[in-house]
Structure formats: C-alpha cells, structure tokens
C-alpha cells in the first residue's frame, strides 16, 4: 500500500459512484428479484450489472428484459465460476472509474437505506477496503447469518459470529483483522487496483476470506456496516447437510485447504488443514444417506492436498486407496466423537 494512502482524499463527491455486480447462473428468477429490489434503493448513483455467467436455461432471454438505463446485461459464454464471473464486473467498475462495487449475491434481497449507508461508512476513511452489512436470513421470521468476523492470518485463524456483540467486540480487540463475506461485499475499486481481482483458482467459496486476507496484507480495512442488513437465502451445512450441492461439498472441503496453503505456506499450513480434514470428515458422516455428496467431500479433500483449482466434475474421486484408508478413519473417528 502506498505511504500517502494517509494523506490521499476519500473519494471525491457526496455520493461516489457504485457499481452493483450480480451473477447469475440458470437462475433468472432470483436474479430479477434481487435487481427489483436493488432499483428501490434510495442511493442516488449506482448502475447494476448483471453477468450471466454461461447459462444454460432461457436467463439471458428473461435478464434481457430487465436492461435498461441503469441495468446493464453482460453476457459470457461461458461459466467462469463465481470468481470469473464477479472479475468481469470487478473490470467493467474500473473501466467506468467507480469508487466501489458491491458484489450481491442473487438470492439476496435489499433494503432501501442498505447501500447509503455501507457507502456513508466507507467515506469515512480511505483505509477501508472492504465492507459488509449485516447478513440475515430470507425468512418469515429472519434470523442474523453473519455479524462480523477475525481474520487473522498471523495467529493462523479466521472466524465469523452471528451475534452483533461478539462482533463489535472483536472488532475493537482486533480493528485491523476484519473479515468479510462475499454475500454484499463492498469493494473499494483503489483497492482492486492494488492487489487485483478476485483469486480465480478458487472458482467458488474462500475466495471472498482470500480477498479479506489480501486486503489486510495491504494494509487496509475490512468493517461491517451493523446498522445496515442484506436478506439471503440461508444454506447452512450444518443443519441441512442434505440439502448443499455436491458441488458446494466439493468446493468447500478443497478449497480451506487450499486457502490455509496460500497464506501460510505448505509447512505451516498442516496444523490448519488437518483440523480441516477431521471437520469434513464429520460433515461426510452427516451426509451418509448420499453418496454423490460423500464422494465429492472425498475429492475435494483429496484436491485441496493437491493444489488442485478448476471446476468441479461429477466424475471427481479419491483414488481407491487413499479413499479406502480416509474412510477407515472416518470409522473410528466417528466413534470418538
């Protein structure tokens, strides 16, 4: 980060411009729901762009509907994942020189104060890089998903809490090892500039903990905005272990690791991995009753020791032996626990 960063001005003008970013992938529905509650935001500069990111549905045909003046469609060919895709906006900001972009996820819902505010805090000081609101659940009765968080990549951890208390409290031991998810993601374009785009090899999850990691190495800011809130589709892995993807199985198990990797080097990444592997092997025990799920944690443990980036494939397995001693442990791990 450069020395003058101090000594730089926040950005210029009471209301700098945001770029909102949303993915969408065969799932036009969401999308234009999420876009429909975006365009009643009370902030009065942002434009939307919505990447379709290689669909294979009828979305480019629904989301050209919704183009306009201030919704811009941009069209890939292809599934970039969710890095790739949120790097096509992340470029498209820079290209029209916004101050921000704020990555939102398409099952989210908005409030109309949600983005004043996240702006209003991020004006506050140039040093902060990356900013959050509140996540909460998209129910009835909405429940707190994400209040704050550490990262900390010299005491080796990361964590997240749902009680706004416990935030605010790491937040002032810790101020500058914030952590921010990738649901509603503020990000100011100064810092994209400094350590670049979103880490692709990652293709989905931990690439937004990567980026908070990035952002601190840089010697920036990540805050959570607690008087603002985002409404998301809850997927809890922990409660429903059925209900996640094997793809979300996958990328997860191989992704920590290779997160821990990345940050800590191979030697002292073995500490933060092996306490990754046992968690996942608990979580395979929880989806016993599906097999596609079971081997794709499998695969993704398998991966993540490898290095291995790229998309996932159904086809993905452990190699016969290493799956075959991994699961005999799993066995008596089970019993101890």
Same mark, same amino acid.
């Given at each position: ?6 000594q730089?001005?926040v ?11 949303i ?11 999420a ?17 379709d ?7 480019v ?37 916004a101050?921000?972009? %704020? ?57 997240e ?10 937040a002032?031991?810790r ?26 090899s ?17 010697g920036y ?27 979300? %199985? ?23 991995? %092996?306490?990754?592997?046992n ?25 993540? %020791? ?32």
């Amino acid at each position: 980060m450069p020395d003058s960063l101090s000594q730089q001005n926040v950005d210029t003008g009471e209301y700098p411009l945001v770029l909102i970013v949303i993915l969408n992938w065969n799932s036009s529905e969401e999308t234009v729901t999420a876009v429909e509650s975006v365009l009643k935001m009370g902030y009065p500069n942002f434009r939307v762009l919505v990447v379709d990111n290689g669909s294979t549905d009828n979305s480019v045909v629904e989301l050209r509907k919704i183009a306009g003046s201030r919704v811009e469609l941009l069209e890939s060919a292809v599934n970039n994942g969710y890095t790739g895709g949120c790097n096509l906006g992340l470029a498209r900001a820079l290209e029209l020189d916004a101050a921000y972009v %704020w990555l939102l996820n398409n099952d989210a819902v908005v409030a109309p104060e949600t983005l004043s505010s996240l702006v209003a805090l991020a004006q506050t000081d140039p040093r902060i890089g990356l900013a959050t609101p509140v996540i909460a659940s998209l129910d009835e009765v909405p429940h707190i998903t994400f209040a704050g968080g550490v990262c900390d990549m010299n005491a080796a951890l990361y964590e997240e809490t749902n009680d706004i208390a416990i935030a605010q409290q790491w937040a002032t031991e810790r101020p500058k090892a914030g952590l921010v998810i990738g649901t509603a993601m503020l990000i100011r374009t100064r810092l994209i500039r400094e350590i670049g785009m979103l880490d692709e090899s990652f293709f989905m999850y931990y690439e937004d903990i990567d980026y908070s990691a990035r952002s601190l190495k840089a010697g920036y800011r990540n805050v959570v905005d607690w008087s603002s809130v985002v409404y998301h589709l809850e997927k809890n892995r922990n409660t429903n272990p059925l209900g996640m993807k094997p793809h979300y %199985w996958y990328y997860i198990a191989r992704n920590e690791s290779r997160f821990w990797r990345k940050h800590l080097g191979l030697i002292k990444s073995l500490k933060n991995s %092996w306490w990754s592997f046992n968690g996942f092997l608990r979580h395979r025990n929880r989806c016993k009753a599906s097999p596609v799920a079971s081997e794709a944690i499998l695969a993704g443990l398998w991966h993540g %020791w490898l290095n291995k980036s790229g998309p996932y494939q159904p086809n993905y397995r452990m190699p016969g032996i290493a799956a075959e001693i991994v699961k005999l442990y799993g066995r008596r791990h089970a019993l101890q626990n």
